[in-house]
């Protein structure tokens, strides 16, 4: 009799246990997309780390010792769990691991892009500098567009077989070796830019040094992109793909010359300059400028 009666609270409470969780895995979803296109939803920043999968202090084939992950690739990395659950997702979709790695949302990464950036987003608004990579990070949702990553991140896809979506800060192709950690001499400035790198000196505090690689072992100073005015940076599209991005008048695009089969991806991260600038920096580091 008992069980007569239990039986139907009992599938009553499985339908509104599954009717959660989807709703979460479509609430992901679409924070998941709304980071990729660039909209300000912001990690919670007391959120903690549950499973040991991303726990700092350490390397695995799925996290880094600061606490960054990735999901799917060769080892099916899962998303690790965190509290709340939505503070951590992976980037190509809440399911299975995705065949290919991505990377996982999670604090350590929000507390990457507040730190670089002022904002715990990702977003292409936004110059890479101080040592970071641009890395293609999501295999599913963009597969063309390449975001600020920290250097543990690049590491990770490298060990997972996606080294060819890692590049260097100048968008040359990432092979594992690090940017030199001093100049035997620092390029002279003929104009207002202000070269940095190991040796050249630091920039302000409103800005950040682009460009750093091996190819590029000094770069230059250019602002950053600091909240709220988040899209005042002049940064430009050069290239005869991606969205079009012109810089204003009286001014000119640069981009770094790297190696000539990723150069039509570092052609659409470019900074715009006046002539004078561009072509001081064109000529010191190693670059092109486009009207």
Known sequence: MLSRWLRPAIRLAHARLRGRLMHMRASNLLLALLISCGEPTRS????????????????TACSSPSGYAICGGPAKCPTPICSPRSACFCIDGPAEPPMEASYVWNPPLAQF???????????????????????????????????????????????????????????????????????????VSSSTMRFCGAGCGTCQVDETCVGLSPKHPAGFCFPKAMPPAITAVDLCNASMTGPPQACGAG?????????????PVADQYGYCASP???????????GKCSP
Request: with cysteine.
């Open 113 to 187: 892009y507040r730190t670089a950036f002022g904002w715990a987003f990702n977003t292409q608004e936004t110059p890479c500098g101080d040592g970071n990579l641009m890395i293609a990070a999501s295999s599913v949702i963009a597969p063309t567009r390449f975001d600020c990553m920290p250097l543990e991140m690049g590491e990770l896809f490298d060990d997972a077989g996606a080294r060819a979506r890692v590049r260097y800060a100048d968008l040359s192709m990432w092979d594992g070796t690090p940017v030199p950690p001093r100049l035997d001499s620092c390029p």
């Open 44 to 59: 919670n920043s007391d959120a903690g780390l549950l499973d040991g999968a991303s726990t700092p202090g350490s390397w």
């Open 251 to 263: 001014k000119v695009c640069f981009t770094f010359i790297v190696e000539p089969g990723a150069q």
């Open 276 to 286: 004078l600038d561009c072509s001081d920096v064109a000529t010191k580091l190693g």
